[in-house]
C-alpha cells in the first residue's frame, strides 16, 4: 500500500502528464528508492535535512519518522497542486514545506529564518531535464547551505545515462556521477533495480 492517500498519488500522475519536463516522473519513487535515499541521509543524527523536489511526501514521511524530534525538515517544491497535495498529507510541527524553486533555496531559508546549514540535503530532482544554468545554480546553493560533514543524496534513474532529453542538449545521455564529481570531492553510488524505473542512489560529501 502506498504511504500517501490515492488523490495525491493522481495529482502527482496528472502533473507528470501536463508537466513531464518538471515532474520528471509519472508516478512517485517506490519503496527500495526511498529507502536508499533515506538511509543515505542519516536522518537520525541530523539537525536539519532539506528536501528538494519532496513530491507529494513519499520520502517526506519516512525521513520525518526517522529524525529526532527537536530536528528540522525544510522541503522545496515548485508545483503548486504537487506542494499542495504534500502539505495536505504530511503534517508535523518539524517539517516546514516551501514552494518556489530548489535555485533559490539560501533566500527561501533565510525567509522562514533558518540561517544555519543542514546536515543533509535529499533531491529528487530530475537534474536531466533542468536546464544547465539553473542546475549549476541549484548545486552551487544547495553546497553553500549544506554543512562540511554533510551529505547530498540524489538519484538519478539508470537510462538518462543513454537517454535524456535536455532542452539545451536535446536527445543524448545525461551523467549524473560526473555532475557530482565536478562539485563534491567523494560520490559513491549504489543501484536500485527495482524501482519504476530502475535508479541509482548517489551519496555526495563536500
Ligand atoms: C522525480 S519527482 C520526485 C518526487 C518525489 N520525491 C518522489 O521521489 O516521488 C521530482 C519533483 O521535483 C519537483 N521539481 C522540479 N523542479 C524543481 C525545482 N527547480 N525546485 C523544486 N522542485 C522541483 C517536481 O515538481 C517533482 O515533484
Request: charged residues 20%.
Amino acid at each position: 500500500m502506498p504511504q500517501y492517500d490515492p488523490r495525491a498519488f493522481f495529482t502527482f500522475l496528472k502533473q507528470g502528464v501536463t508537466k513531464w519536463d518538471q515532474t520528471a516522473s509519472l508516478v512517485p519513487s517506490q519503496r527500495f528508492l526511498v529507502n536508499a535515499m533515506v538511509d543515505g541521509a542519516r536522518p537520525e543524527t541530523a539537525g536539519a535535512i532539506l528536501e528538494l523536489g519532496p513530491g507529494v511526501g513519499v520520502m517526506t514521511k519516512p525521513l520525518l519518522r526517522r529524525m529526532r524530534p527537536d530536528a528540522r525538515l525544510f522541503t522545496i517544491e515548485i508545483d503548486e497542486p504537487i506542494h499542495e497535495a504534500l502539505v495536505r498529507n504530511v503534517t508535523d510541527p518539524r517539517l516546514t514545506a516551501m514552494l518556489g524553486s530548489a535555485a533559490d533555496c539560501e533566500k527561501l531559508l533565510a525567509e522562514h529564518h533558518f540561517d544555519g546549514k543542514v546536515d543533509a540535503v535529499v533531491s529528487s530532482l530530475g537534474m536531466s531535464l533542468i536546464p544547465a544554468p539553473i542546475r549549476e545554480q541549484i548545486l552551487d546553493s544547495a553546497l553553500r547551505v549544506l554543512a562540511p560533514h554533510g551529505v547530498y543524496v540524489q538519484f538519478g534513474y539508470f537510462h538518462t545515462k543513454h537517454l535524456a532529453y535536455t532542452k539545451d542538449g536535446g536527445w543524448s545521455g545525461f551523467d549524473y556521477k560526473a555532475m557530482l564529481e565536478r562539485k563534491f570531492s567523494r560520490v559513491t553510488r549504489s543501484p536500485v533495480p527495482l524501482n519504476v524505473p530502475p535508479a541509482w542512489c548517489y551519496v555526495a560529501r563536500p
